[in-house]
């Protein structure tokens, strides 16, 4: 579990946190979204003792990290947005290097290693040096590293960056396996369509603040549907506020997002006073939030404009 309260940290020439607050339950993905200079990788290096804050607390597994940094390190991986390995040591030996420093001794060390290549699915490439890598493998073999040594907490700063669709979709993968072994994941990414594949919950930023935490479900209306005109009417939402059980979330003349009280049977009905009523209706569909959507709900505008969030 990662508990974080009121944390404030400044560089010589910018507040960059500003009374940051929020808890990540143990074994959920957190996604970590803002934009550039929000704070993200400030926080990150704060929960992971790297930095050390100014006020507040950050407390991974019940240690508060300023006042015990070694062992939250022992507890915690980080992947950092610009990470390094060691060129001229194979996958197998960055892997044992990684367990090694971080506290893991004897026969744990080779049982970690095992387990971790077959995890980022290295097994066959184990006596490569990690300078022949490509790009995705050196990105599986750095998240080996940051957990090699059994973390519960796993912290990732823009680990998808650069990656093809096919690495994508192997780091997204591995995630989702890691979260399914207990530990507990914040991912910082400007992908917003891919976080929403296996995070449980995403975390905004902005100004160094948190402007909201919400679980990914939650971002679906409550049986919320889009209805979808063939042919633009401006009656539509002023006819549908009138409709008992419909709540219009939003309505223009060529669609509208409404709320239906109800199980499919009022749907059915509402479907047939709409034909009824004159519109040219072409379905009436389970619609969901995106992140993305929520995103920009979120995030002031002139922000999110013309950049990536
Ligand atoms: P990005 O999405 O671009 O990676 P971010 O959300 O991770 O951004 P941070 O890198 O944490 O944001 O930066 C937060 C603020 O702190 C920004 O205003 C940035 O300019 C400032 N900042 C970051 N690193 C330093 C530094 N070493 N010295 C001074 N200011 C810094």
Redesign the pocket.
């Known amino acids: 579990m990662i508990e974080v309260k009121d944390l404030v940290f400044e560089?010589?020439?910018?507040r960059?946190l500003d009374g940051v607050s929020f808890k990540v339950e143990k074994g959920a993905i957190a996604a970590l979204v803002?934009?550039?200079?929000?704070?993200?990788?400030?926080?990150?290096?704060n929960i992971a003792a790297l930095e050390k804050p100014f006020s507040g607390t950050a407390i991974v597994d019940g240690l508060d990290v300023r006042n015990n940094p070694r062992a939250v390190h022992k507890k915690l991986g980080f992947l950092q947005?610009f990470f390094g390995l060691y060129d001229d040591l194979s996958v197998e030996q960055c892997l044992t290097y990684a367990a090694m420093a971080n506290g893991l001794h004897g026969s744990a060390v080779h049982k970690a290693v095992e387990e971790t290549l077959g995890w980022i699915d290295l097994k066959d490439h184990r006596k490569k040096l990690s300078k022949q890598l490509s790009r995705g493998m050196r990105q599986r073999l750095a998240v080996g590293q940051a957990i090699a040594h059994r973390p519960s907490v796993l912290l990732l700063?823009?680990p998808a960056s650069g990656l093809d669709p096919d690495a994508r979709r192997d780091l997204s993968t591995l995630l989702r396996h890691l979260q399914s072994t207990g530990i507990t994941l914040i991912v910082?990414s400007?992908i917003l369509a891919e976080l929403e594949d296996y995070s449980t919950e995403m975390i905004i930023?902005e100004d160094?603040k948190v402007k909201s935490q919400r679980g990914v479900s939650e971002t679906e209306g409550p049986n919320a549907f889009a209805i979808e005109l063939a042919e633009p009417n401006g009656d539509l939402g002023k006819w549908l506020k009138k409709q008992k059980g419909i709540t219009v979330l939003q309505a223009d003349d060529n669609r509208a997002l409404v709320s239906i009280e109800g199980d499919a049977s009022a749907r059915a009905r509402l479907l047939k006073d709409l034909i009824g009523a004159g519109f040219a209706v072409t379905s009436i569909s389970e619609t969901k939030r995106s992140l993305a959507d929520t995103y920009f709900d979120e995030v002031s505008s002139d922000k999110s404009k013309g950049g990536k969030p």
Not at 11 to 14: G, K, S
Not at 34 to 45: D, E, Q, S, V
């Open positions: 560089y010589p020439t910018a960059a803002g934009p550039n200079g929000a704070g993200k990788t400030t926080l990150l290096r947005d700063d823009e910082s400007h930023m160094g």
